[in-house]
């Protein structure tokens, strides 16, 4: 498979998972979602957040904008309004790495960090870094949610994602 088709499934991908999340996120009363607990964020909104910062800034860098309004920053909605947020801001993701081509994911962007230092990226090694990042936030969310008292969490596991992909293929056809 062709890397841009890797990367098309992995940006794919990353919709779904955050999908799969949000609804979680979503059931939860305001007290648990803000609640505060001891993980790298503190609390379900600021991991939620931390993930959409992330997809938002890394998005900005391979348009080649540098990036203002960081969410995390700014957003003082609603439970229902961060997710919707995070939601659209990893379809715009996905929609770019639909876009791209071989010669295009080789293609470098230079950035500045948050800190101000320069630095560079293939757009294909930042792609699969925002992505991954994701994964791992995902990740610290299912802890969160058990801790919520959440008894019910879906696989957000890539293969996952892949199998349901071929079941709807089967189908289709």
């Known amino acids: 498979m062709a890397l841009n088709k890797y990367i098309r499934l992995y940006t794919s991908y990353n919709v779904w998972a955050n999908k799969q999340m949000g609804e979680v996120a979503g059931s939860l009363e305001d007290f648990d979602f803000d609640a505060e607990v001891n993980s790298s964020f503190t609390s379900i909104r600021k991991t939620l957040l931390h993930i959409w910062d992330a ?7 391979i ?11 700014f957003f003082t909605g609603t439970k229902d309004g ?15 790495g639909a876009c791209q081509d071989i010669l295009s994911l080789e ?4 950035f500045k960090l948050l800190n101000g ?15 991954n990042h ?4 995902r990740g610290q969310l299912v802890t969160l949610f058990r801790q919520a008292g959440i008894k019910t969490i879906p696989a957000t596991d890539l293969i996952q994602y892949i199998r349901l992909q071929q079941k709807s293929n089967l189908t289709h056809h």
Do not use: G
């Open 63 to 73: 348009q080649e904008l540098q990036p203002k309004n960081i969410p995390s920053k």
């Open 55 to 61: 997809e938002y800034i890394w998005l900005s860098r």
């Open 107 to 110: 293609r470098v962007v230079e």
């Open 117 to 131: 230092d320069s630095s560079r990226s293939k757009i294909y090694e930042a792609i699969m870094h925002c992505m």
């Open 134 to 137: 994701s994964t791992y936030h």
């Open 82 to 96: 961060l997710i919707k947020q995070l939601l659209d801001t990893s379809a715009a993701f996905d929609e770019m």
